[in-house]
């Protein structure tokens, strides 16, 4: 099986890795990482813990910038970009959220929005928008601050907060890793859900197996910040190689022992 | 995280609001003086005297700890007056070189005063509070002594007596001996302040250097000798006012100047060993010196 | 006369000396929160910075207050006016409080927030007064409160440079051996202290976060 396989877009990616690296404090985190992400993909990094996912997704909003190579977002290298106006284009959501404990779930969400300058109106209302679309209905949510909501809420509204802006570009860091499993779930279908509609370009960091087949179009796995193998999910399922075959090994042994009870 | 904006602003106001409504009182006259008897008196007698003619309330802040907290509350206006000599003026104020000259020393300070800091120095009260060199009066009397040069003649029979002070400062007893060419017979005692002029009286020595205004030298059988070569720089007792004060209170300037030279050495030895020496209060005394001198 | 009785007769005096304390006091406050919040934020930015600055405000603390006010008046333009002299003195004093509060108020902001903020595209100025601020009111004001009240203690030993305040009657009453005027400086110094507590304590329970 080729390493890559094409997407239906042939136009410019999305996103593109050239031969990055990033070493930090002497550790190299990073080495020689080249990929692409086409326009309405979802590609998921798996990997263990130290794998390079995250260095690699930070990498996209330059929270990070290579030490070696060039990672480029829209045709353009991060580091020609100005980094607020790159961040601005893109939806950033992460483990443990970091919504502002300060602000309502309406004025987290409305953030960016407000720092772009929209119209209060506008304003409002897409913040309506987002949370019927992260499924928190009623109305009754806005006026609540994070230390009032459950962990699945604060998630979903972590989501509502990155996509208010409407960017064209979503990156996850192991979002639904903090979630109870049953919630885990949910929230994993309602996004699946979710990204058919909206067509964005998502990449996610995750170590769960199951989020990975769920969730991506492309599954990256990755070991010791390189690139090992990209695959579709069913490629992934089916595979050989050791790797992924462990990966699968834990999950039919999680089946296993669920079905045993 | 909210702001409880309306508690908290609110108890923000009550601050603001405490800083801001103890605000600056017209407070009348204020009348200040130095930590030690004589001041204390001298800043009584302007006060009553400035509350007798102008009929305005004068309040007293005294015993303030000396010449520079005293300079520094003149400058911002906590009192208005206080009572200075010329020459601490001279050099711990304006830190210029002693004069030995009264009014060179007084001129000096007049305009120094006025151009550096706006205040207004009005002539002396009557009295030089400067060092003095006393004996007893049986021998000024058995030897015909006015002068330290005439004393000097007999000092190397005589034993002396000085405060530490007076012994290590370079105007103190080192100048004056090179001045008149003393010699005693011994070294010097050093007593304390308090004691000396007990020694004196009961003979232990025969010559000390006090104050030319102590309660003491009037109250005993004590001669000062005069200071022919005028070695001892003057200290003459000037009240010092702020412009400020003059330009909104010149009742105030007249009321003071009334004072001049109403005060001589003697009367204001004769006032501190009243306060000093019989324990009465200063209050009393400053109230009877004004009406003595037609002044109330 | 009593005790009551010499503070009835005397509480224009009492006043006007409590007025000019809470002018000293107030005066070093506004200076050392506008210079100690921005030197809490930068030692935040640059953390290289952290230990000298720090370390000054900590030996400027160390330093006893009678002989700092003391070195400052050989100084010209300060030992000329005894109460600029002592509002310096006593900015130095304020500001280790303000200083280290800021900071760690700042540092203690969740890393979460922090790295969301960055991420979706906050400038550094924007993370700064919408979140990290906004977030270190708390710590702060305790710094603010903790200032306030040392600055009232130690605004009473100015008086002995000539700043005028409530000191000035504690040192007269002691030069004058009269308990009365010690008590009418003393006490109402205690109050000040005690009411500056506590209204700031009134504010820090005001601006509390809502949990």
């Given at each position: 099986m080729p390493a890559r396989t094409t997407h239906?877009?042939?136009?410019?990616?999305?996103i593109e890795f050239r031969n990055v690296h990033f070493s930090l404090s002497g550790r190299q985190l990073l080495n020689d990482v080249s990929l692409t992400v086409a326009q309405g993909e979802t590609l998921v990094l798996l990997g263990r813990s130290g794998a390079g996912k995250t260095t690699a997704l930070k990498m996209i909003n330059r929270l990070l910038a290579p030490t070696q190579g060039e990672v480029l977002v829209e045709g353009r290298a991060t580091t020609e970009w100005d980094p607020i106006a790159l961040r601005r284009r893109i939806g950033y959501v992460i483990q443990d959220v970091g919504l502002f404990p300060h602000y309502t779930v309406a004025q987290n969400i409305a953030l960016i929005p407000k720092l772009e300058g929209w119209p209060g109106e506008r304003v409002g209302s897409r913040v309506k928008e987002m949370l019927e679309t992260v499924g928190l209905?009623?109305?009754?949510?806005?006026?609540?601050?994070?230390?009032?909501?459950s962990g699945g809420q604060r998630q979903r509204v972590g989501v509502a907060r990155a996509l208010a802006a409407d960017p064209e570009i979503l990156l996850m860091d192991?979002?639904?890793?903090?979630?109870d499993p049953m919630t885990r779930g949910e929230i994993q279908n309602e996004f699946k859900a979710l990204e058919g509609r909206l067509k964005k370009t998502v990449v996610i960091v995750t170590h769960d197996v199951g989020e990975a087949l769920v969730l991506g179009t492309r599954i990256g796995l990755m070991e010791a910040g390189r690139i090992a193998r990209i695959y579709s999910p069913h490629d992934f399922v089916h595979a050989s190689d050791p790797m992924a075959a462990a990966y699968m090994a834990q999950l039919r042994v999680y089946d296993e022992a669920k079905r045993e009870k | 995280m909210r702001l409880r904006r309306t508690r908290g602003t609110g108890a923000l106001l009550c601050l603001v609001a405490l800083f801001a409504g103890c605000g600056e009182r017209e407070k009348g006259i204020v009348v200040g003086s130095k930590n030690f008897s004589e001041q204390a008196l001298l800043g009584e007698i302007l006060a009553q005297h400035i509350e007798a003619r102008t009929h305005q309330p004068v309040t007293r802040r005294f015993y303030l700890a000396g010449s520079y907290i005293c300079q520094q509350a003149l400058l911002a206006g906590r009192i208005d007056t206080y009572v200075e000599y010329t020459g601490t003026a001279l050099t711990?104020?304006?830190h210029d070189p002693i004069e030995k000259e009264s009014s060179a020393v007084f001129t000096r300070v007049q305009s120094e005063y006025k151009r550096r800091f706006q205040l207004e120095v009005l002539p002396s009260l009557g009295f030089n509070n400067t060092f003095a060199i006393v004996i007893r009066g049986e021998d000024a009397r058995r030897l015909n002594l006015k002068t330290i040069s005439d004393a000097a003649a007999y000092t190397p029979e005589w034993r002396a007596g000085f405060g530490y002070e007076f012994m290590e400062r370079p105007d103190g007893y080192p100048g004056l001996a090179n001045t008149y060419g003393l010699r005693f017979a011994e070294s010097p005692r050093i007593l304390d302040l308090g004691l000396l002029y007990r020694a004196l009286l009961e003979k232990q020595v025969d010559l000390v250097a006090g104050n030319?205004?102590?309660?003491l030298i009037s109250a005993r059988d004590l001669v000062i000798l005069q200071d022919d070569k005028h070695y001892f720089p003057p200290y003459d007792a000037v009240p010092v006012i702020r412009g400020e004060t003059v330009a909104r209170h010149p009742e105030v300037r007249a009321a003071i100047l009334e004072?001049?030279?109403?005060?001589s050495d003697q009367e204001m030895q004769k006032m501190n060993y009243e306060v000093d020496g019989e324990h009465r209060d200063a209050t009393e005394v400053a109230r009877e010196f004004l009406k003595a001198k037609g002044l109330d | 006369m009593s005790l009551l009785e010499f503070f009835q007769r005397h509480q224009r005096e009492i006043l006007q000396a409590t007025w000019e304390h809470v002018w000293l006091v107030g005066l070093t406050m506004i200076f050392a929160i506008a210079i100690g919040v921005p030197l809490g934020i930068l030692v935040t930015r640059k953390p290289w910075l952290s230990k000298p600055i720090l370390g000054s405000a900590n030996v400027a603390e160390t330093i006893p207050s009678l002989a700092l006010f003391g070195f400052l008046l050989p100084v010209p333009w300060l030992g000329g006016r005894a109460d600029r002299l002592a509002i310096v003195a006593l900015t130095l004093y304020a500001l280790l409080p303000i200083i280290r509060n800021t900071s760690a108020g700042i540092a203690n902001v969740d890393r979460a927030v922090r790295e969301a903020a960055r991420g979706m595209g906050m400038t550094d100025g924007q993370i700064l007064f919408q979140v990290e601020l906004p977030l270190s009111v708390p710590t702060m004001l305790a710094g603010i409160r903790i200032a306030t009240v040392l600055t009232i203690g130690i605004a009473t030993i100015a008086a002995a440079v000539g700043a005028g305040g409530l000191g000035e009657f504690i040192f007269r009453g002691l030069a004058m051996v009269n308990d009365q005027l010690i008590l009418a400086g003393a006490i109402p110094a205690a109050l000040l202290a005690l009411g500056a507590d506590f209204v700031l304590g009134l504010v820090q329970h005001g601006l509390r976060p809502v949990r």
């Open positions: 239906k877009d042939a136009s410019q990616p999305v209905h009623g109305g009754k949510f806005e006026q609540r601050y994070p230390s009032q909501l192991e979002p639904f890793g903090a979630l | 711990a104020i304006l030319s205004t102590d309660g004072l001049g030279g109403k005060i | -």
